[in-house]
């Protein structure tokens, strides 16, 4: 197919025997020509090149197109590379087919790989063929010549174990009578009950408890903690402040307070005045009767006319009873005059929007 | 158009070295040599282009196991793998094959083609029909997960009985 180059310098057997299994491979691969191909020494049509082959344009073809697909890597047989290159051969191979349908515009192809000089090897490298074919092109040599079959069983019975090895699977313990499509359906596999998972470093689960508890044994030997240590207060408390110390205090500071407090509890002041401090101004109730000939006539007003749980007021009298506890009293009297002047704020504000709304609208 | 590799196998009188899950390997009842085997997918395929990438990478390694297997086994001195894609390839029947042919002294088939000279412009003019092909594979398509199959409990509105399609029902429903 493809005339060598002549070899200048031949090794002897005795040179070939004593040389390491990488010198021979050294000198394998500088008898090769494929392998110059590959490298680029020597010039050659690529049509493809991947990352583990390279496809070249046979110098003699059997027919135009005829494509070599060559490994990188020198290998001489097809068993001796590797299963995912071979997948990968055989993908790149059938890509190749259809550019030679599209491109050429051939009707078929032939793929031929030859293991073997028995086979039709002619080259220590391998390569697989590519063959485009058109109808009435000459070809008879890939039709093949079938015979009748001999002995199928036995050949069946040599090849199969052996297959399967290769392969790495069991053989079936099925018979040739067998029909293999009505093999049983596997039982199914019923999975566990999932187990309760707990992480790594964490104590098993303890089964739950009964829903009713036995009773408590009783203990012996170990006494309830005293009750009166469980009483005290804990000592980082702050110490609670005596009120009834800060009133005197405050008392001897202010004696409106004293007047005020005594006012409510219903204690009569010993002056006669009225213990309630109330500015006259602020009165506008009518000028008060004199309080010796009236005494009786408010009791004599008849009943519709007379308020018998209220008390007319009278600024000379005693201050009408209140039974209102101290602190409280204290608070309504300020409270009344804040918010009416809160009240007047919105109002306004109010006002003021709604003129503003009607200048916007009307004008 | 059932092919015969596809009823053999139904039958069960295909002898079958082989089995997977899509391929199958069997010894050819009209042996070229003793042990020529061929690796099929158990579909039905014509042609190459038919073939998935994945496919046809996996029988490609089945078939070098093959042809290890009969040159161990058998005795062989070489074999050959050939694939015939199309009729004018030579290929015999509609179910695409890759034959493994062990070979021995004095077979018969002799697959030595003459070569053809050809002159510098055929060869050019190949070279820029094929190459902007060529340029294109690359990628291949890979083998796609089996699919989970899901059960449901809940029917097909589309397959129930009109009285139990509650599609239907709501229909005659008065508000």
């Known amino acids: 197919m493809e005339g060598q180059p002549a070899q200048p310098q031949q090794p002897t057997a005795e040179e070939l025997a004593q040389m390491s299994p990488e010198q021979i491979k050294e000198l394998q691969m500088k008898n090769c020509i494929f392998c110059h191909i590959v490298k680029g020494n020597v010039q050659s049509k690529k049509m493809f090149e991947d ?75 391998f390569m697989m063929h590519i063959i485009p074919r058109k109808d009435g092109d000459g070809l008879q040599c890939f039709n093949l010549n079938r015979k009748s079959a001999k002995d199928l069983l036995k050949m069946k019975e040599t090849i199969q174990p052996k297959l399967y090895a290769l392969l790495g699977k069991t053989p079936p313990q099925d018979s040739v009578e067998s029909i293999p499509h009505e093999k049983p359906i596997e039982d199914l596999d019923i999975p566990e009950p999932p187990k309760p998972f707990r992480k790594e470093g964490f104590p098993p689960l303890e089964p739950p408890p009964d829903p009713i508890p036995p009773p408590p044994a009783e203990i012996e030997g170990i006494d309830p903690p005293p009750l009166q240590a469980a009483m005290e ?34 204690k009569k002041d010993k002056s006669g005045k009225a213990s309630i401090p109330v500015l006259e101004e602020e009165l506008e109730l009518p000028p008060p009767p004199e309080p010796e000939t009236e005494d009786a006539e408010p009791e004599e007003l008849p009943e519709h006319l007379s308020a ?46 709604l003129d503003d709304i009607a200048q916007v609208l009307f004008g | 158009m059932i092919s015969f590799i596809e009823q053999g196998y139904k039958e069960g009188t295909l002898p079958i070295v082989y089995e997977e899950d899509e391929i199958i390997v069997f010894l050819d009842p009209k042996p070229v ?97 094929l190459k902007p092909q060529t340029d294109i594979v690359g990628e291949f398509e890979k083998k796609k997960p089996k699919d989970i199959p899901i059960e449901d409990d809940i029917p097909d509105p589309e397959e129930l009985d009109e009285g139990e399609n509650y599609m239907l029902k709501q229909l005659d429903r008065i508000p």
Not at chain 2, 79 to 88: D, E, F, R
Not at chain 2, 106 to 111: A, H, K, S
């Open chain 1, 51 to 125: 990352d583990r082959l390279i496809g070249v344009l046979d110098i003699n073809p059997a027919n135009p197109g005829h494509l070599l697909l060559i490994s990188k890597e020198h290998y001489m047989v097809l068993p001796q590379m590797p299963d995912p290159d071979i997948n990968h051969l055989f993908m790149v191979a059938k890509g190749i087919s259809h550019a030679m349908l599209k491109g050429l515009k051939a009707q078929g192809t032939n793929i031929f790989i030859a293991n073997g000089a028995q086979a039709g090897q002619k080259a220590p490298h």
């Open chain 1, 308 to 353: 018998p749980e209220h008390e007319q007021f009278v600024p000379q009298k005693a201050a009408p009873k209140m039974a209102v506890p101290k602190k409280k009293a204290v608070k309504t009297k300020k409270k009344p005059k804040i918010p009416p002047k809160k009240k007047a704020v919105p109002k306004k504000d109010e006002s003021a929007n």
């Open chain 1, 233 to 266: 207060p804990p000592p980082d408390l702050p110490d609670v402040p005596d009120f009834d110390e800060i009133a005197a205090h405050l008392e001897q500071e202010n004696p409106l307070r004293r007047q005020m407090k005594d006012s409510l509890t219903g």
């Open chain 2, 33 to 129: 040599s003793p042990g020529h085997m061929v690796v099929a997918p158990k579909q039905k395929y014509t042609i190459l282009e038919e073939i998935p990438d994945w496919l046809m990478g996996r029988m490609g390694e089945i078939a070098n196991k093959a042809s290890t297997a009969a040159f161990e086994t058998m005795g062989a001195k070489g074999t050959n793998i050939i694939v015939h894609n199309g009729i004018p390839a030579g290929q015999d029947n509609n179910h695409f094959v890759i034959n493994v042919i062990p070979r021995f002294d004095n077979d018969g088939q002799d697959l030595f083609w003459a070569p053809k000279q050809l002159s510098e412009e055929e060869m050019s003019t190949i070279e820029l029909s």
